[in-house]
Structures are given as C-alpha cells and as structure tokens.
C-alpha cells in the first residue's frame, strides 16, 4: 500500500486553526476510535460539523481486501448524504497517517477532503502566540497550545525577560527570543503542574538562569518525595525584576500547596492555576481535596482583594469560547467577580465554597501523577512518551466548565 | 500471561492503520479457532484492536498485555478466528 500524494490533499495544523478562528465552512471526519474521541476532540470558538467514524469500522464494513478500497465501499454504502459535498471535509486521526488513506478514498468519490497532517498529536504540540501588550518598557505575550488549554507567557521589560510557566517545547520560547532580541533572565513555573510538562527545568538549564518554584511544590504530593530539578525557592511576597518591570509572588495554595499567582508591576495577575476566566482550578489533583478546599477559598478570597481593574492572565482555559476578539483569554478581575461562577460562590463564604467545589471535582486523569513525577525530575521520558502522556485538553478547572464547553 | 496463540504477526515499528491492516489480513489465513499473536509499538493500536474486535464478525480479542523491551513498550495483542 503506498501512502496517498500529499500535496494540496493536506492542511498543516496551523492551516486548520486559521480555518477555526476565521469560522470558515468545513466539516470534521475523525476516524480514531470512539473512547479517544469522545475524550478530546477538534473545537474551535465554533466548532465544526464533525462525525466519528473509527477507520476500522470502515475497513471491516467496507469489507474489501484494501484500505483505500473498504472506505470507497463503505463511504458509497452507509455515508451517503451524512457527508458534505459543498465544502471542504478535514480527516482527522490520531498521528495523521490513517486519515490520510481516508481522505484519498474520499476524493475518489469527488469531496474535497483534506488531511490534518500530523493529526491530534501534531494538534496538541501546536502552539500560538499573542501579544497582551508591546512597549519598549512592557512587553506581554500570552502563548498557549490551542488544543490543550494551557497558558504561558513572556514578561519583557528593556531587552530583558521573564517566563511564567513555560510549556514544554523551549524552542518555542527560545526561537522569540532570537526574533524579538530579548533575553531570557529568570523562569517561574507559579506551581507543580499535573496537567502537561514543564518546560522551566529544561530552559533555565540550557540558559543556566533561575527556576523559580514554591518549595512546597518540590514535594511529589502523592509519592512524597522531594523534587531531583535544582530550583529557587519562590516565597509569598517576595519581588523578582526584570528590566523596570516587578514581579511580586503571592502565595496562594489550593489547587497546589505552593501555588503561586504573579502581580506584575501592581496591574497584571498571572494567576496560574487558581482563577480561569470561565472557572476556578480544582482542589484534589494533589489527592486531597477536601483539605485543601479551605486553603484554596482563603486564597481567592486574597486575590479578590485586588482592585477590579487588575488584568487577569490565567494558566489554562477549558473553551476557545473564553477568548476575547484578539484571540486572547483575559478579563479585568472586576468583570471575574461577577461572571465567574467559582469567585461569585467564593463571595458566599467558606461552606457554601467548599461545598461547591466537592461537587464540581471532574474525574481524576490518571496520567497527572506521572506528569508531577516528570516536572519534579523523578521520572525521565522520552518525547513518545511525553506526548501521551499529555494527550487531551487539561483538566484543572471545574467540572462546570468542560460541560459548558460542550458542543 | 500464558495465551496459546497458532501465529505471530511482528508489526512492531509500523505506524497506524497497519497494525490492524496487517491482522486483518493474517487472520484471514488461518484455520477458524486459530490465535494470532500481534506485537505492535503503536500505543493505539490498544484501544484499536478493543474496537477493531467488537465491529469484526469473525474475530474475538483474548487478552492484550504489555511487555518492555530494551525500554520501550510492546502493546500484545492475541486474536482468535471465531469463525
């Protein structure tokens, strides 16, 4: 069997989030398997007609000795009218080499059917960036995986930077550097994330600068063991500068013990994962929900302290529905007190909070405490390894928000 | 695991759709009630065979198992011909 042509037949993942953002017309076929589907799919602030069809269904329903040949059958047999002659039809597989036979198959009965080339993988690794402000004194980028709902971002102030929990792949961090001529001079994860890898251990050693991390997040929370990556302990009220611009570190445990929120220069608050733009992040990743709720309602309670015009820049979102315009996810913490549901119930007192969180807690993802192992250098992997194991759109927030971003 | 199996099928290295592809095919060679042993490095090629199995009439998956060899994981998959 050779591999179908490639060229025009494809859209490189890039391609296919120009296509989302522009709410342009095309319809998704995705043919992984229907647990895989069901647990993370392609969504965009529209989200596409999309079918799932695993490709071994219609292989074995297609019932012909090749691949190509059983999707022509089955397409001809049991799609006819499900799928969409007027535009564009996007295959979609787990590594991009399965729907690619599929979307041959596919123009061979006449639909402009189009490969996502590399797949979901290629999809989660992909990465943006978008500017929150730019000046010769301040400098913000926010840069996200658009797939998995993981923030970033870069702080520069006169040529110099800070980076607040970079992802996994550095070169990505390492390439703006070049191109904007800034340098990086301290890294700060604001806690232990469970959700996707670090990329703070890895980039502070290539440019032998600071990590910074809360030393209660040095502790494996379930394994309790100390972390083998070196690190600076990052203290409550604590203040880092970069150029003209400072960083203070508010403690604010919860979601981790040493959860960490950011207030850059008294007017941006990265938050990491404590308040979400749609939600708050949940409390029982490190095992111990229920202790840790009080911990977590004091914390925002501190955090509600700061004046309304604060710039909230969050460490995750659940939606691409919760950017604004520009394609970013922020809010003033004046418009969070009112829309937030978790800050609002945070506002009711103690027990109606915890009580609302207990209830709110999404399953537990099975992979978050390797993934800890990981960020505290217990646990070495490969990059196969790495990417399963960060498979899928982060579940730190509150249940409520994976329902709401629903289709 | 001890599962008695009549056939190996090395599919180790092969990238998705083929490790099913490859079974599919083999499967067809042998006698009903016959095993297939499938070796695959293809992580997905888990929850694939789980799925594969269920829509396929003449094919009923036994066991699955994980080995590690040289480091890296081997994803077995041992395959009957029902009929």
Known sequence: MTKPEAQGTEWTVREQKEHLDRRANFFILDVRNRDEFAAWKIEGRETPSTLNIPYFEMLEQGGKDGFVESIIAYTQGELVGQLPKDRPILTVCAKGDTSAYVADGLRQLGYHALNLQGGMRAWGNFYEMNPVTESRELSVYQIGRPARGCLSYIIVSDGQAALIDPLRHIETYLDLARAKGFQIERVIDTHGHADHISGGPALAGRLDRPYYLHPYDGIHPIDVLPARVPFEYLHDGQTLSVGKARIQALHVPGHTLGNVACLLNEAYLFTGDSIFINSIARPDLGGRGETWAGLHYHSLRRLLELPDTTVVLPGHFSSPREANVDGLFIASLGELREKNEGLRIAQEGEDAFVQYILQSLPDFPPPYVEIKRVNGGLLVVDEEKASELELGKNVCALAQAYQAAAP | ?83
């Not at chain 2, 009630?33 to 789980?50: A, C, E, I, P």
């Open chain 2, 1 to 83: 695991m001890s599962v008695a199996f009549d056939k190996v099928l090395d599919a180790r290295g092969l990238a998705c759709p083929m490790p099913i592809i490859k079974a599919r095919q083999e499967i067809n060679t042998l006698q009903p009630q016959n095993v297939l042993k499938v070796l695959s490095t293809d992580r997905g090629s888990v929850k694939d065979f789980q799925g594969w199995a269920q829509t396929a009439k003449n094919v009923e998956l036994l066991a699955q198992e994980t080995e590690t060899e040289n480091g890296k994981e081997v994803y077995v998959h041992y395959v009957k011909r029902v009929s």
